[in-house]
């Protein structure tokens, strides 16, 4: 039984690095195109909020993923469930907003857009 628990840990970790900001690349592959994705879907119902949504669905992917990766960590390393605190939250939100301020970065200097902006000449 422990190797399930062992091995359901390090499955939830490793998902929560992949969506976590803690890699150089995770952003660019992982949680950016994840954004994109629900802010272009969430635009083709309301146009204006596009730059609102990339923002909102990359703190979403960021948080989630610090979230997955302490919960599994937890499960995998001990026998006790520990709950996620107030201070963790803030913790891994600040994380995100510091991240974010890249990404308004981008969003102010036209790298990230609309999709359909992209194919307009």
Avoid: H
């Avoid at 949680?31 to 146009?47: G, I, R, T």
């Avoid at 979230?67 to 605190?85: F, I």
């Amino acid at each position: 039984m422990a190797w399930k628990q062992k091995f359901s840990g390090g499955l939830l970790a490793g998902i929560g690095f992949m969506l976590s900001p803690l890699s150089w690349w995770n952003d660019l592959v992982v949680n950016l195109p994840l954004a994109l994705a629900f802010a272009w879907v969430a635009s083709f119902f309301y146009k204006p909020a596009f730059e609102t949504c990339v923002i909102i669905g990359y703190w979403l992917t960021n948080i989630l993923g610090l979230v997955l990766m302490q919960k599994g960590a937890q499960k995998m390393l001990s026998n006790e469930q520990r709950n996620y605190s107030r201070r963790d939250l803030l913790r891994d939100f600040a994380i995100s907003l510091l991240y974010t301020g890249l990404i308004l970065l981008l969003l102010k200097f036209g790298v990230l857009k609309p999709i359909e902006n992209y194919f307009k000449r």
